[in-house]
Structure formats: structure tokens, C-alpha cells
């Protein structure tokens, strides 16, 4: 590991991860593209929430999961053999928990230790990332890169699959990290003036970061009164501070990619969906985000594998 002049102007806002905050400034057939090529995959990914089963979801799920590691493996510089090797240890544990949540004997040790992954998780998002960002690392060691890309997206292929025991809930935290993302794309380009960290992303703004409280803050409210009428002050101020932590965790995850892929000398994670980069421009946030909400929401879910 290396240091790097500090960046002393660091705030957690990304590129938006969801089919409307992706859009370019371009206009026309390349935002008609995106829109297109967003459309299909979002659309496939709410009918199988919805409507698989659990093992059958956590199986869907692992696929983007060894897509996505392939894409790190890649900006992680790694060479063939140790690319192939990082995936197979992706997927050998995404497996390894599958097998764990549908045995009886073995599922309540899987669900603690899924619980841990999320609290490590949570540590490292919250604390490490931010300092990891403020001081401007620079990782080289092959072997630091895989322990950190599979605390990326293990713990974030874990929480999807806890999270999709209450599919509507799982709806919602989505639809909090979409909101955020495409409030900070679109008023950062109407507002923006004001730069957060130049050296990761030149086009993220504090005006965007304010957008995608406000929209965040009133998509929670709002929601809040339709959904929960009868909850007294203090639910709903909990509320508002769990989407408020969600949205800057989502961020945070944003904004560490992109120091990634800056250090990596990649404008994309990867080229698979054309007009949007690889799978990990699209999961970025979510990254960060989902083994949080998890973590949270925990109370309110079945073992993954139960249903």
C-alpha cells in the first residue's frame, strides 16, 4: 500500500446506479440506448424477487455476483490464473452459504456468521473506506485487493438474499439508493458548482449530495405516513435516520469505486451493458448499502433458504 497527497475534500456521491441517474449529457439515441438497456435487466431483476424462490434467488444472484468479481479481478490488475481463482472463491462461498442456509443443522451458524459479515462489513464502509479515501491509498498487494473485493460483494450477495425474505422491504431500500442516485445526478448538473473530491470524480458536487438528501428525506416521509399511519414521532425519526445513513453509506460506495477504477486508470468496471460499463458501475452503491439495510432489518426477515 502506498500513500498518495491526501484528498482533503471527500463526500460520498456517485455515479447513479439505477436506469434514469445513468443517463449522460448526451442526448438522443445514446440516452434512448441507456434507458433501453436498463430497462430489461431491471425489469427481469422485480419479477425474480418477487417471484422465485429463495434457493432459486440466491443462485440468480450469484451469477452477477461472479460477473461483478470478474471485474474487480480486472481492476485489481490480476492476471489470468489469479482472476479465475478469485471468482472460483466468489462463487465457492456464495455456494458454500447456500448449502448452509438450506440445512437445517447448519443454518442458524450461517445466519450469525452472516450477521457478522454484515457488522464487518459496516466497519469497513464507515470507517475504513472514508479513511482509505481521505488519505488517498493506493493498493498494489494482489492478496489485500482479493480480501478487500470479496468483502465488496460477498457480504452485498448475502444481504440481497436476506433482504429478498420481504420482497417489498427490499423494494424500498432499493428505491432509496435509486432515489439518492438519480437526485444527485440530475441536481449536481442543474446546481452543481461546488467539487467534493476532484481527484476521484471530478463531476460529483455538494449541491448533488444536498439533492439526494432532500429527495431521499421526502420518498421516506411520504412513505412513512402512507405505509405506517398509526406510527408515533420517535418511528418515524428513526426511520428518517436509517434511509439518511442508507443513502450516505450508498454514496460512500459510489465514491470508493470510482477511486478504484481511477486508480486502475478505468473509466468502467467493465463493458457488459452498453451505455452504463460493467455490472459493479451499476452495484456500486448498493455495495455499500444492502449488508447495512440488512443489518437493520434483520428483525423483520426469515433465514434465508426458510421459504
Keep these: 500500500m502506498s500513500l498518495r497527497r491526501p484528498i482533503h475534500c471527500v463526500s460520498p456521491v456517485g455515479t447513479p446506479a439505477n436506469p434514469i441517474a445513468a443517463l ?12 433501453l438497456t436498463a430497462s430489461v435487466p431491471l425489469s427481469l431483476l422485480l419479477a425474480c424477487l ?7 434467488w440466491q443462485l440468480l444472484t450469484s451469477l452477477p455476483i461472479a460477473l461483478a468479481a470478474g471485474e ?9 490464473p489469479k482472476r479465475i481463482a478469485f471468482v472460483g472463491v466468489l462463487i465457492a462461498s456464495c455456494l458454500g452459504f447456500i448449502a448452509a ?20 462489513a459496516l466497519m469497513f464502509w464507515a470507517i475504513a473506506v ?16 482479493g480480501v478487500v473485493g470479496w468483502m465488496v460483494l460477498v457480504p452485498t450477495w448475502l444481504a440481497a438474499a436476506h433482504l429478498q425474505g420481504s420482497p417489498w422491504l427490499m423494494l ?16 449536481g448538473r442543474r446546481f452543481g458548482r461546488r467539487k467534493l473530491a476532484p481527484q476521484i470524480s471530478p463531476g460529483k458536487t455538494w449541491e448533488g449530495v444536498i439533492g439526494a438528501f432532500v429527495a431521499v ?15 408515533n414521532f420517535c418511528d418515524r425519526l428513526v426511520t428518517l435516520i436509517f434511509v439518511a445513513a442508507l443513502t450516505v453509506l450508498s454514496m460512500t460506495g459510489d465514491l470508493y469505486e470510482s477511486w478504484i477504477k481511477r486508480g486502475a486508470g478505468a473509466k468502467d ?13 451499476r452495484i456500486d452503491s448498493l455495495t455499500a448499502a444492502l449488508p447495512f439495510a440488512a443489518l437493520y432489518l434483520a428483525r423483520f426477515l426469515p433465514v434465508p433458504g426458510s421459504a
Design 24 to 35: 449522460p449529457a448526451a442526448a438522443g439515441s445514446s440516452l434512448k440506448q441507456r434507458v
Design 50 to 56: 418477487f417471484l422465485l424462490p429463495s434457493a432459486g
Design 72 to 80: 474487480w479481478a480486472r481492476l485489481a490488475g490480476f492476471g489470468k
Design 101 to 120: 442456509f438450506s440445512s437445517e443443522r447448519y443454518s442458524a451458524g450461517a445466519l450469525a456468521f452472516s450477521s457478522l459479515l454484515y457488522v464487518a
Design 130 to 145: 472514508p479513511l482509505w479515501l481521505y488519505r488517498g491509498w493506493r493498493v498494489t498487494q494482489p492478496l489485500l485487493m
Design 172 to 187: 424500498a431500500v432499493l428505491l432509496v439508493v435509486w432515489i439518492a442516485d438519480t437526485a444527485a445526478y440530475f441536481s
Design 217 to 231: 428525506l421526502i420518498y421516506a416521509s411520504v412513505a412513512s405516513f402512507v405505509l405506517q399511519p398509526s406510527a
Design 269 to 281: 468496471s467493465g463493458s457488459l451493458l452498453p451505455g452504463h460499463g460493467g455490472l459493479l458501475d
